[in-house]
């Protein structure tokens, strides 16, 4: 599996992003984005499962980010809304092909990932 994440780039605070990670083949995987900012460790940010209504997302997000998917075109999205200086980061998609019904934050989990997009915010 294939995955290739786009949509990254430079925002004032306050604004918008929204990321796509296509994925290769048409099997369905739960998806995953974590985050890795400089100097720090990569994080978990949101996850969908294989059916698009199981989602899980870091809780210090508080709402401001969504995770979607396209089934058709085999893409997931995250929509970052009021995107703050601290969400800079390089943005990875990940999938997990254990076909689980629930989704997971372990990034030991995701066999597969993308090369990441980086997301800079000024403030």
């Known amino acids: 599996v294939q995955l290739q994440a786009s949509g990254g780039g430079l925002v004032q605070a306050g604004n918008s992003l929204r990321l796509s990670c296509a994925a290769s083949?048409?099997?369905?995987?739960?998806m995953g984005w974590f985050r890795q900012a400089p100097g720090k460790e990569r994080e978990f940010v949101a996850a969908?499962?294989?059916?698009?209504?199981?989602?899980l997302y870091a809780p210090s997000l508080n709402g401001r980010f969504t995770i979607s998917r396209d089934i058709v075109k085999n893409t997931v999205f995250l929509q970052m809304n009021n995107l703050k200086a601290e969400d800079t980061a390089v943005y990875y998609c990940?999938?997990?092909?254990?076909?689980?019904?629930?989704?997971?934050?372990?990034?030991?989990?995701?066999?597969?990932w993308g090369q990441g997009t980086q997301v800079t915010v000024s403030s």
């Open positions: 990940a999938a997990d092909p254990s076909f689980r019904r629930s989704v997971t934050t372990q990034q030991w989990e995701y066999t597969y």
């Open positions: 083949g048409r099997t369905i995987y739960a």
């Open positions: 969908i499962g294989l059916s698009a209504t199981t989602t």
